[in-house]
């Protein structure tokens, strides 16, 4: 069987196995999409671009968790709970003082997203990056795949596409969306670590700072450029000796980690504004290299300014760039602002979400709608707004559903439901609709009966 390209034929051999289930992309969705759908009885195969599972949480080293809570509650439930006890049952997981359970390590996190999917009988493919889509009609037939065995295509009745960036979806001639009313993108972030750290006396020194700190067990401090933090005048003296540059304190975060003491995750370096296209091969490349350079930068900066932290050293840079929106697919409803700032409930809803409008704008510095304040109901305590399934659904391909970051809304509205939790209760949706739309529906995933998946969600510890 043979693919057309541009410029020339390439072949491809069609493997003779097929799945019910087919995840491209087995990071914050996927991963949990491939585990609900396996446990709902079907064939699934996860394929994945690196040698782990979680993405987000794992290779790009995004820790802890952004908290979604709605009157001190979390809003996901099911799989996000199970994920985070199998975290603090092997030390890699933790609860602050405050009930914050959300601190983790990514590392640890790769073993247990390994244990889950075996646990519940899929298959997980790694090192091995999507080409595209085999179109039959309104239909994927199978998905062209590249890795060490060269071209191949794998047949499934239902695909998910959670790779995050759309990829399939786009390749599979759904419409879809990117960036801002200027097709610019939220800002990118190479995250890394920094190991031997002395935490006792870095939160003495925080404390005296006026960033107070529980212990040195859960620390979490921060810097940008204009928002009154008290750790403004350091990196103010850092850039003037240089040290860092300007650009260095537009957003500066850090906290420990479960399970790896001694040692900060830190929630930047930022990429530079230029590069914010993580759907291009171009600047993702070169996001890399801006982003080691300035870790050389805050590693500095560190030794230099914040005491515990003379003998600190790099231990993790995360061997993927941190990209918080790209691609974002045109469904059968589309989630925008009004609907999270009205508190919105849908007849199809499958998550709850009271996280923030949070832009990470390229165009100058971080924006919060509100700074969580306002006269909306979302701004209540207790509020939240919900996501529908028929966010999930593409317009045009009557067998793909697209959970996670790339999940049918806004730009500002997906800048809210984006973070990992939201994330993972998408793909627990969708793994299940998946399956039942293999085994029932002919891969027809409009048929599935929301209504039964929703009381499947809350079966399973779901908040639906």
Not at 2 to 15: D, F, I, P, W
Not at 119 to 139: I, K, N, S, W, Y
Request: aromatic residues 8%; proline residues 4%; contains cysteine.
């Amino acid at each position: 069987m043979n693919g057309s390209a541009k410029g020339g034929t390439l072949s491809y051999r069609t493997l003779g196995r097929e799945w019910d289930v087919i995840v491209a992309g087995g990071g914050t969705a996927g991963a949990v999409a491939g585990v609900a759908a396996a446990r709902s009885g079907a064939r699934v195969l996860v394929v994945e671009a690196q040698g782990s599972l979680g993405g987000t949480g794992t290779n790009a080293w995004v820790t802890p968790l952004m908290r979604n809570v709605s009157g001190g509650q979390n809003l996901n439930l099911g799989l996000t709970d199970e994920i985070k006890a199998r975290l603090r049952a092997r030390g890699d997981g933790a609860v602050d003082a405050h009930g914050n359970d959300n601190w983790f390590n990514p590392e640890g996190l790769k073993f247990v997203l390994d244990d889950l999917l075996a646990d519940a009988g899929a298959e997980v493919l790694f090192h091995t990056q999507v080409v595209q889509p085999v179109m039959d009609g309104d239909r994927i037939g199978a998905l062209v795949v590249h890795n060490k065995g060269g071209l191949q295509a794998l047949r499934a009745r239902v695909f998910i596409d959670a790779t995050g960036d759309a990829d399939v979806a786009a390749a599979a001639g759904v419409p879809f969306q990117a960036g801002d009313g200027d097709g610019v993108h939220q800002a990118m972030s190479l995250r890394f670590s920094l190991a031997g750290v002395d935490t006792g006396r870095l939160r003495d020194f925080l404390n005296g700072a006026g960033q107070p700190q529980d212990g040195p067990e859960f620390l979490h401090f921060w810097m940008v450029w204009g928002r009154r933090s008290s750790l403004e005048g350091l990196f103010r003296q850092a850039v003037a000796d240089g040290v860092l540059l300007e650009r260095d304190g537009d957003y500066f975060q850090a906290f420990s980690v479960p399970g790896r003491p001694g040692e900060l995750s830190f929630n930047c370096p930022r990429i530079r504004a230029d590069l914010n296209d993580g759907a291009d091969p171009w600047q993702l490349s070169e996001a890399q290299l801006d982003g080691r350079a300035a870790v050389t930068r805050l590693t500095d900066f560190c030794r230099r300014f914040l005491p515990g932290c003379e003998n600190a050293f790099v231990g993790v840079v995360a061997p993927m760039v941190g990209v918080r929106e790209t691609r974002r697919i045109e469904g059968e409803y589309t989630l925008g602002v009004t609907d999270i700032l009205d508190c919105a409930r849908f007849e199809d809803s499958i998550c709850r979400n009271h996280y923030p409008v949070d832009i990470h704008s390229v165009k100058g510095g971080a924006r919060l709608l509100h700074e969580r304040e306002g006269s909306a109901p979302y701004f209540a305590p207790d509020a939240y707004h919900e996501i529908p399934f028929r966010a999930l659904v593409p317009r045009g391909v009557v067998n793909l559903l697209v959970p996670g970051r790339a999940a049918s809304s806004t730009f500002e509205a997906q800048s809210a439901i984006r973070v990992q939790q939201n994330c993972h209760t998408m793909g627990e949706a969708a793994g299940i609709a998946a399956a039942w739309a293999a085994r029932d529906h002919a891969g027809q995933v409009r048929a599935v009966d929301v209504q039964a998946l929703r009381v499947e969600m809350r079966a399973r510890g779901g908040n639906v």
